[in-house]
C-alpha cells in the first residue's frame, strides 16, 4: 500500500510539474529529483501529524501544508503561471475525505 501510495504521488507530482513549467517540462531529472522530495515531504509531515498532531488543529495542519508546497512550486517553476486556489469555506475533510 505505500508504495502504492508514494508512486501515486511521485507520478501526479512529476505530471504537475511537467505541465506547469517549460524549464521542469524540459528537465525530467531535475522534475523527478522534486517529485520524490514533495513526496518524502509530505509523507512524513503527515505521519508526524498523525503522531504528535491535535485533530482539532487539522485545518492549520492543512494550511501549513498548503503554504510549505506553495513556496517550495514558486522557487522551483518562477516561469510557472500555475497558482493552486482554494476555497475559502473548503475544509481538510473536502480535500482529502477519511476513508472510514
Keep these: ?16 510539474l511537467e505541465l ?3 524549464s521542469m517540462a524540459k528537465d525530467k531529472v531535475i522534475r523527478q529529483l522534486c517529485s520524490q522530495a514533495v513526496t518524502g515531504f509530505m509523507i512524513d509531515a ?12 487539522d485545518d492549520d495542519f492543512f ?4 503554504q510549505s508546497l506553495n513556496t517550495l512550486y514558486r522557487q522551483w517553476m518562477p516561469d510557472s503561471n500555475w497558482r493552486p486556489g482554494r476555497r475559502e469555506d473548503e475544509t481538510l475533510e473536502d480535500i482529502a475525505p477519511s476513508s472510514a
Design 1 to 16: 500500500f505505500f508504495e502504492s501510495l508514494q508512486s501515486s504521488i511521485v507520478d501526479r507530482t512529476d505530471k504537475l
Design 46 to 57: 503527515v505521519l508526524w501529524w498523525i503522531e504528535n498532531g491535535d485533530k482539532k488543529r
Design 63 to 66: 494550511r501549513w501544508a498548503r
Design 20 to 22: 506547469s513549467s517549460p
